[in-house]
Structure formats: structure tokens, C-alpha cells
């Protein structure tokens, strides 16, 4: 008897110890029985004698929270340690099995029969007594609470159900909702409970808010039938949502799934469009760049080789004995330019004695390249190629300096300038053939 004695006392330390880890704080659980005030505060307006039922009270939460609000609430529960706690709070709790304590109640003697997280722990068989004896005990408009691991969500089907080694089997929501009504109850709402996030909206909705995002926990909400007003007084309580079921979330997440396909469809139907559009403006522009570059292909080949007659053509020239042999004639041109263009600055004496020494010079080089037929032709092509030779010839020949003649004539007949007077005879016949080679190249 000792063993048993203290395997008794083992377990309920066990179970009292687990329940505070896995089940939450007192003050958590308290806060989240709140949510079933407004279905049971308006009791409060039907009846005085306000007695309520709470099977598998557990640490007293819900007693507490009852009693809080005027009703005489009372606990049963078979663990000991369960029961200790909630008489040290001072609250009504009867150890006993919760099956038996209901079928002894009087018929319609309490308003609420309430069982949180308890019916998983016993057989269909005896959750199916505990919902007829709760119809056969309530008050007319008296409330049936059952609150239990909800299947619909993923992480209690799979595994946190199975955390709790005193669990039988997981009750599907609707299964509850239907035995509650085959019991005879005339309204039964079922509160999808204590989510992990809540979902704002059916746009936020993912395909992790279907599987890890269902309510862990559910209740069903019974209600015996009573008069038309009294039941009209708990009207809101029962019309409002509570949780979000799992085929809702399905649904949610497949409408949003369709409206994401349907945006990204028209989002590909628009990239296709642009892409044919850009595709076409830059078949366009291919075209006109080739175009153009084969037009600038052409230019350039055109002036490549025109470039190329010219470099040969100069190259000819630079090459040839008339441009070689003209050197000397080019030379003394440039310089007799030079020397004009510093007779122009000096002073008009100066530029007389000059001229005439120039003069002299000038007709000796003429006589020279006179005396050679081949200079002579030379010289010829040279007036007629140098545009500024040409243009000192003719000065020369506007300001008197020669005088058409063929052929020798007397010192008279010559008409000199005042500033060549002073010239001998030989330099006077240099000036003659130099005016003449001008004038034949002129015609």
C-alpha cells in the first residue's frame, strides 16, 4: 500500500510539474479564459443562483476567474496536488471523477458546465455522457464550455498533442460541434483559439500561416435552448468570429495564390509585350548602324585610296628630275621674296640701292638659266606653277622695269626705270631676257 501510496503522490508531482511548463502560467491561462466572459456574463441578467461546474479544474483558473464575476463556481478534479492548489487559493474543489460528479447533479440545478483540456484524456464514450448529463443538468440558457487541442493545425496533430502522455485521441472540431447538437443543444459555436500570430488579413496569408498558423486550440460554445429573449441576450457573443478555421486559411491562401497568378500573368503578358517592342527598335537600329557603317565603310575606302593617289602622285614629284633639278630656282625665289619683303621696311634710299644690287643679281641668275634651254622650260613651268612668282613678274613688268623686245636693241631704245639707269650693258641685256622669258610665260 506504501508504493502505491507514493507512485500516487510521484505522478501528481509529474503531471502538476508539467502542467506549468506546457500548459503556460496561471496568469496567461487566466487571460486567455477571458474570452468566454461575454458568453456567460449575461447569465447574470437571467438568473440569482448562479452555480457553475468546472470538470478537470486543473490549477483553478477558470474557478478563480468565475468567481470573480459573482458566480458560485466549483471545481472537480482527481489529482491531488490539483485539488491542494486551488483550496489553498480558497476556492470550492470536490476530488472526484468528473463522469460520476456530473450524473449525480440535479436536472437544470447549475447555468454553466464547463471542461477545459479534459476530454482528450477520456473516451469517446464518457465524452459523449459528459455532454448529455451537461444538457441534463443546465438551466435553460445554461452554456456547455469545452476546450480541447485543436487537429486542424498541423504542429498539434503531428506532435503536440502526443506531448501529453495521459492523451487518448484528438477530437475533431466538427465531430464536438455535431455531438453537441445531437445532445440536444440549441445553439453550439465553435472558437478557434490562442493562435501563435494573428493574421491580419487574407492578403498576408502564406502558404506557413496553413500549416503552422491554426488555431492550437478550440472550443465548443452549447447552448440550451430557453425564450426567445433570453437567448436573444447572447446574440453577440455567439455571432462573433473567433480564430480562423483551416479551410478558410486554404481558401485564403488559394484565392490569394490565384490573384498572385493572375498578377504575374499580366505582368508577363506586359514583359512580352515590351520585349517585342524593344526587340523591334533594335532590329531598327541594327539596320541603320549597318547601313551607316557601310556607308562610312565606303568614305573611308574612297578617301583611303584617294589619299593614296595623292601620296603616289607627290611621290612622283618629289621623285622626278624636273623637281630635283628646280631645287636651286626654288630656293633663290624664296629668297628673293624674303628680300622684297625686307625692302618693303627700309627706307626709300636704301631700297633703291638695294633694288638695283637685287636687280643685278637677278638678271646674271636669268642670264644663267636663259643661257640653258632646259632651265629655261623649267623655268617657264615654275612661273606658271608659283602663284607668287607669277605676281612679281607682273609687278616687275607693271612698274617699267622691262620692256617687250626680242632680240638685242640700243642702250636709246630701251626704256629703263631711274633706278636701273645706272646698269651696265651686259646686265642691261640679263633684264631684257628675263622680261622676255616672263612675258612668254604670261602667254
Known amino acids: 500500500m506504501a508504493n502505491d501510496s507514493d507512485e500516487t503522490l510521484d505522478n501528481a508531482r509529474f503531471y502538476l510539474e508539467f502542467e506549468n511548463r506546457y500548459r503556460g502560467s496561471q496568469e496567461l491561462i487566466k487571460s486567455r479564459l477571458s474570452v468566454y466572459l461575454p458568453f456567460v456574463i449575461p447569465l447574470k441578467s437571467i438568473y440569482v443562483e448562479l452555480r457553475a461546474v468546472d470538470l478537470g479544474c486543473g490549477r483553478g483558473e477558470w474557478l478563480e476567474l468565475l468567481k470573480e464575476n459573482g458566480f458560485q463556481a466549483e471545481g472537480v478534479d482527481l489529482d491531488d496536488a490539483m485539488v491542494n492548489i486551488c483550496r489553498e487559493k480558497g476556492l470550492s474543489v470536490e476530488k472526484a471523477d468528473a463522469i460520476e460528479y456530473i450524473e449525480k447533479l440535479d436536472d437544470e440545478s447549475v447555468v454553466i458546465v464547463s471542461g477545459f483540456h479534459i476530454i482528450e484524456h477520456i473516451p469517446f464514450e464518457s465524452v459523449k455522457k459528459l455532454v448529455s448529463n451537461a444538457y441534463r443538468v443546465l438551466k435553460p440558457g445554461g452554456l456547455l464550455i469545452l476546450e480541447t487541442p485543436n487537429p486542424e493545425s498541423l504542429m498539434v496533430s503531428t506532435t503536440e498533442f502526443y506531448l501529453d ?223 607668287r612668282l607669277d605676281a612679281f613678274s607682273r609687278s616687275v613688268i607693271s612698274s617699267g622695269l622691262l620692256e617687250h623686245s626680242r632680240g638685242r636693241r640700243a642702250d636709246s631704245q630701251l626704256h629703263l626705270p631711274e633706278e636701273l639707269s645706272e646698269l651696265s650693258s651686259h646686265a642691261r641685256d640679263i633684264y631684257r631676257d628675263l622680261k622676255e622669258a616672263n612675258e612668254r610665260s604670261m602667254r
Open 165 to 387: 502522455p495521459t492523451h487518448k485521441r484528438p477530437i475533431p472540431p466538427n465531430l464536438l460541434h455535431f455531438l453537441a447538437e445531437y445532445s440536444g443543444f440549441a445553439r453550439v459555436k465553435i472558437l478557434r483559439l490562442n493562435e501563435p500570430y494573428k493574421i491580419q488579413s487574407p492578403d498576408e496569408v502564406c502558404l506557413s500561416d496553413v500549416f503552422f498558423g491554426i488555431s492550437p486550440d478550440y472550443a465548443v460554445v452549447a447552448q440550451k435552448n430557453a425564450s426567445k429573449e433570453q437567448m436573444s441576450i447572447f446574440d453577440r457573443a455567439f455571432d462573433k468570429n473567433y480564430g480562423l478555421a483551416r479551410d478558410e486559411s486554404v481558401m485564403r491562401y488559394a484565392e490569394k495564390e490565384k490573384q498572385l497568378i493572375a498578377y504575374e500573368r499580366e505582368r508577363w503578358r506586359w514583359l512580352e509585350s515590351e520585349w517585342s517592342v524593344m526587340n523591334s527598335k533594335i532590329d531598327r537600329l541594327n539596320s541603320k548602324i549597318d547601313r551607316l557603317a557601310g556607308e562610312i565603310y565606303q568614305t573611308l575606302e574612297s578617301e583611303r585610296a584617294r589619299a593614296q593617289m595623292l601620296e603616289s602622285e607627290l611621290k612622283s614629284v618629289y621623285s622626278s628630275k624636273c623637281w630635283q633639278i628646280t631645287a636651286p630656282l626654288r630656293v633663290g625665289f624664296d629668297l628673293m621674296l624674303g628680300l622684297k619683303a625686307m625692302i618693303a621696311d627700309t627706307p626709300k634710299t636704301l631700297k633703291r640701292k638695294v633694288g638695283c644690287t637685287i636687280m643685278v643679281v637677278s638678271s646674271g641668275f636669268a642670264n644663267f638659266v636663259l643661257s640653258h634651254s632646259i632651265l629655261r622650260r623649267m623655268a617657264g613651268y615654275v612661273l606658271k606653277r608659283s602663284r
